[in-house]
């Protein structure tokens, strides 16, 4: 797929690339985005709708609530003990094949579940494992999608994207509760084991093959491979400016969803609406994300989305502030839903450089390392303002720590990087991956590119002396999957 008809070249062979918002219809005009879209759906949907349904089923099973909470976190620890070297893995190996595989994986353990009177501690096994596939899932998702969609429309498919995870987590969880509750949570979780089915259908149906990004020749083992993504994220101003921001505002932003159940509690003393404090404030962050998604990349030129990061990351911690106070739930809701508008607009120009400026065949394993520091970062704000929350009034926790998360976002947009240090850094990138080709055959599975990139900003002798007209644009590559 070509994206030349959105861009002209000058004489110098430079690329100007168009200002104008890209729409919707513009991604889903791409027909692998659109197969790779049906599979995130059907996915996101059927894991809220597993998670949902396994707590009440651990819950029927023990009858510990302790338990039951930790079925629910059991989902999270692959990505904090091991999702960089998992997102390696997926690197080894062509995209396509990984999320079907992954998808394949999963689907076994999570029909295990519904056999009737198993041991909690079965089901937890069961659940542990079946979370081994989503740190590759989501790794080799995010690194194929440049590939499919192009440069220009990557922020509005990462947009698209993470809000309909948002969308679909209301959603699962909501239809989840209630399928489980009325009906049956091994209904559920049957449901969820047609969605894996559906999703790796849709990947081996309308996404095409392309080769691995490693070929055998250049695997060593998973640690090393692994401790490659962590030195190159973590080696680079630009990439360690991004990944460093995203996981303080995930440490600051957790607080109001992590302390919605206490601070609906404080509020009122009826049952119903003490839940429907909960759920507004809950519900809250992520409508905002979808929101400032969907508004920022819809409306703003690429140019006006650069200009609003600084802002939006500011205010993603701001806004929160005034919970000082101590406003009723529904302007505590209110309050965090502005936050997650500013998180929902930063969110995809972040992703969309941050994808751009990995080298090839590191793609998967930089969104591991991310990822990984989200979730810690998230773990670690829940535990903060818990204690702390034990310690002093509710709203004055969230408001000081609001306080703490303005002034250190303050300090890193204040030595952001320039735009021509990202626009150099995506160059650099592009000159990695390999030249435009025909489309592979079925049997490029098995094609061994000799110009992957061996380490970190590594270029051989065939990607230096190569000098794409399209320099930051990915979709055109063969690469791999």
């Excluded at 999320?99 to 198993?118: E, G, K, N, Q």
Aim: charge should be positive.
């Amino acid at each position: 797929m070509s994206e030349d008809s959105a861009r002209k070249a000058d004489p110098a062979g430079k690329v100007t690339e168009s200002d104008r918002p890209v729409t919707f219809r513009d991604v889903f005009a791409v027909g692998e985005y659109r197969a790779i879209y049906a599979s995130l759906l059907v996915n996101w949907v059927g894991d809220y709708l597993s998670k949902a349904a396994v707590t009440l089923l651990v819950y029927q099973q023990s009858k510990s609530v302790l338990l039951s909470a930790a079925a629910f976190a059991v989902s999270f620890l692959p990505w904090i003990l091991g999702g960089t070297v998992l997102s390696a893995l997926a690197e080894r190996y062509p995209y396509r094949r990984v999320l079907i595989c992954a998808d394949l994986f999963r689907l076994v353990p999570t029909a295990l579940l519904i056999v009737p009177h198993m041991p909690v501690w079965a089901m937890m096994s069961l659940i542990f494992i079946a979370s081994l596939g989503m740190p590759p899932t989501q790794s080799a998702r995010s690194a194929l999608l440049p590939h499919l969609v192009g440069r220009e429309k990557l922020p509005t498919a990462i947009a698209i994207n993470q809000t309909t995870s948002q969308s679909a987590q209301v959603f699962g969880y909501l239809a989840g509760a209630t399928i489980a509750t009325v009906i049956s949570p091994r209904l559920a979780l049957g449901v969820d084991v047609l969605t894996f089915a559906l999703s790796a259908s849709f990947i081996a149906l309308g996404v095409r093959p392309r080769p691995a990004t490693r070929t055998r020749a250049q695997r060593t083992d998973l640690l090393h491979e692994s401790a490659e993504g962590f030195r190159l994220v973590l080696g680079r101003r630009v990439l360690r400016s991004i990944a460093v921001l995203v996981c303080l505002m995930s440490l600051f932003a957790v607080a109001p969803e992590a302390l919605a159940a206490a601070w609906a509690a404080e509020g009122s003393a009826d049952p119903t609406t003490r839940g429907l404090d909960q759920g507004l404030i809950m519900a809250a962050g992520p409508i905002g994300f979808v929101i400032g998604g969907l508004l920022t990349t819809r409306l703003a030129a690429p140019s006006t989305r650069d200009r609003l990061i600084r802002p939006y990351a500011v205010l993603s911690t701001l806004v929160l502030v005034p919970v000082i106070a101590g406003p009723p739930p529904v302007w505590a809701a209110v309050l965090v839903a502005l936050s997650g508008i500013a998180q929902g607009g930063l969110s995809p120009t972040l992703n969309g450089k941050f994808v751009l400026m990995i080298p090839h065949g590191y793609r998967a394993r930089a969104y591991g390392v991310v990822q990984m520091g989200m979730q810690l970062s998230q773990f670690a704000g829940v535990i903060i303002s818990g204690v702390l929350a034990d310690l002093f009034r509710l709203p004055l926790v969230v408001g000081l720590i609001s306080v703490a998360g303005t002034a250190v976002m303050g300090g890193l947009v204040a030595r952001w990087p320039t735009g021509r240090e990202f626009d150099t850094a995506i160059e650099e990138a592009a000159a990695t991956h390999p030249p435009a080709v025909p489309a592979p055959s079925p049997a490029a599975d098995s094609y061994q590119p000799h110009h992957a990139a061996k380490t970190p900003g590594e270029t051989t002798a065939a990607a230096k002396s190569y000098k794409p007209h399209h320099a930051a644009t990915t979709s055109v590559t063969t690469e791999s999957s």
